[in-house]
């Protein structure tokens, strides 16, 4: 059964495409952010990367743990309060577009990755186009 206001509201679809991609946002980097947090080791390794000693277990903490948990801080506030749906929405494209932009360089400098980074490509160019068509669609509204 469908809910007449949800049929009536130009906005439902733009609507529900933001809910849906501010909770996968947030689930996505909440996930890697608490791997990073736990098991940094683990977390690095499977990326390629090693962190054995302290300070490479710090940074791996930092920036695999601490740096996607605020990521998907602000993406569930942005799920929850209105007044934030618009920035969390502008993080999604700048932070997703950035890692896009990263992993494209690389394929040029460095060659072509194993097929996970392939696909974690993929999902970041999917993410900020999403992300950036979202934020036009709200801005034509107002």
């Known amino acids: 059964m469908t809910r007449p206001d949800v049929e009536a509201s130009p906005n439902a679809l733009p609507d529900i495409l933001i809910r849906v991609y501010l909770t996968l946002a947030t689930i996505a980097f909440a ?18 990367l090693h962190a054995e000693a302290v300070t490479g277990l710090n940074e791996a903490r930092a920036t695999y743990g ?25 993080l999604g494209a700048v932070v997703c577009g950035g890692l896009a932009f990263g992993r494209v360089v690389s394929l040029f400098a460095d060659g072509w990755p194993n097929t996970t980074m392939l696909g974690w490509l993929t999902l970041e160019i999917a993410a900020t186009l999403i992300a950036a068509w979202s934020l036009r669609k709200i801005s034509r509204r107002g």
């Open 66 to 90: 601490g740096l996607h948990l605020a990521f998907a801080a602000v993406f569930a506030l942005g799920l929850h309060r209105s007044a934030v749906r618009i920035p969390a929405l502008c």
């Open 31 to 48: 996930a890697l952010g608490l791997k990073g947090i736990i098991v940094p080791g683990p977390a690095v390794s499977a990326v390629g």
